[in-house]
């Protein structure tokens, strides 16, 4: 079993920034890549930003320059800062993680998601 827990969802003002942590437990080998997603209401989920074991970062066109995505290995953890924030980025922002299991199997999981409204 493995578990991703989100945090630091909230209210913010446009302008305003934000830092979402996600932490990855359970019985885990080792995890290749984690990443933010994000679903907007009336729109498909989409990928924010994402990073691999050895640090190689890839961000979607619309958050290059204010989002920056970070993980510390050692806590399996991923986080997710936020900076001017705009409105359009109000969604729900989900984890992810690309692992391999301590029985060698290979999946994807997902956190619970966390909510970010931006406030104009």
């Known amino acids: 079993q493995v578990q991703l827990v989100e945090s630091g969802g909230g209210l913010v003002q446009a302008g305003g920034s934000r830092r979402l942590s996600c932490a990855a437990s359970?019985?885990?080998?080792?995890?290749?890549?984690m990443g933010w997603y994000r679903r907007a209401p009336g729109k498909q989920r989409e990928l924010v930003a994402d990073?691999?074991?050895?640090?190689?970062?890839h961000y979607t066109d619309s958050v290059k320059g204010r989002f920056t995505i970070s993980r510390d290995n050692a806590k399996n953890t991923v986080y997710l800062q936020m900076n001017s924030l705009k409105p359009e980025d109000t969604a729900v922002y989900y984890c992810?993680?690309?692992?391999?299991?301590?029985?060698?199997?290979?999946?994807?999981?997902w956190g619970q998601g966390t909510q970010v409204t931006v406030s104009s």
């Open positions: 992810n993680a690309k692992l391999w299991g301590t029985h060698y199997e290979y999946a994807d999981y």
């Open positions: 359970g019985s885990i080998f080792s995890i290749e890549a």
């Open positions: 990073i691999t074991h050895g640090g190689i970062t």
